[in-house]
């Protein structure tokens, strides 16, 4: 098990006395965030453990890269119109950073990582990595004079703990691409791991997190074709036994984003050793970026 201790910076604007999230009947962010940490506690096996060590409630929505910067009025105002939202929609992460002495968190240890709560059109990436070596995490790398590299995720309150999973697959896709990007061939894991049937016939592993095994399109977890696969066999790594059987929808919640994600989690290697070099827990490369 590894704790990670999190800021969580919940932008939520007051109308009257009223939260944004409240006016429009949107979920709450503490809530979302403890389920979160439950799911994600739960599909790594006990390894993830997060903790909130500081929150922080910010009364308005942050600015963006060209110094934009949304009133409470203004943005419901395009809410209820559903026009007139500003571009580039980008966020200022360095604003961010700043404003909440980020870095100086991070360098005293007080934090390792940072979760935004906003609305829609707040502008954040799924996750964003920082730091002086930092990379690729969904979302180009933001080079900062930090001691420690560090994620920032960007939630979206409107939404449910299944998109909250989604940010955190797209992570992984980016942490494990890296990790195994100078393996090649079958000694691949990662790219055995995301196989599915519609690029490999009859040879579709757990796939990836837009494509369940048998998917045929993006976000297509609701599919009852049938199809051969492997997956179950990734819950014997790194023991092999070559087991396959098929599968739709049924092993994934048949349909549910939350479910699908959780289901292709539970598979990810997460057990004691290494294999040609590589940690045979995949969830140390998720969460521990300064492995």
Not at 3 to 22: A, M
């Amino acid at each position: 098990m590894t704790t990670t201790r999190i800021l969580s910076i919940i932008f939520n604007p007051l109308e009257g006395n009223r939260k944004l999230h409240q006016v429009l009947g949107w979920n709450d962010p503490d809530s979302l965030a403890k389920k979160y940490i439950a799911d994600v506690r739960e599909c790594s096996h006990g390894y993830a453990n997060y903790e909130i060590a500081e929150r922080v409630e910010v009364d308005g929505i942050p600015v963006k890269e060209d110094g934009f910067k949304y009133t409470t009025e203004s943005f419901l105002t395009c809410w209820r119109s559903g026009s007139g939202f500003h571009q580039p929609d980008q966020v200022s992460y360095r604003q961010i950073i700043k404003d909440l002495d980020i870095a100086k968190k991070i360098n005293d240890g007080a934090i390792d990582e940072v979760w935004l709560f906003g609305p829609p059109y707040a502008g954040f990436y799924e996750s964003i990595m920082v730091g002086k070596n930092a990379i690729w995490c969904n979302a180009p790398p933001l080079n900062m004079d930090v001691q420690r590299r560090f994620v920032i995720m960007g939630f979206n309150y409107e939404r449910g703990v299944g998109e909250m999973l989604e940010d955190l697959g797209h992570r992984a896709e980016s942490m494990l691409s890296k990790v195994y990007e100078r393996t090649r061939g079958e000694a691949n894991l990662w790219e055995r791991f995301t196989r599915y049937d519609k690029t490999h016939p009859n040879k579709a592993e757990c796939g990836n997190v837009h494509f369940a095994p048998n998917s045929l399109s993006d976000y297509d977890w609701g599919n009852r074709r049938e199809v051969l696969s492997n997956c179950d066999d990734w819950l014997n790594f790194p023991n092999f036994k070559n087991t396959s059987h098929k599968v739709n929808c049924n092993e994934w919640g048949n349909g549910d984003i939350r479910l699908h994600h959780l289901w292709w989690f539970k598979h990810f290697p997460h057990v004691e050793g290494t294999t040609n070099g590589i940690s045979n827990n995949w969830w140390e490369y998720v969460i521990k970026v300064n492995t």
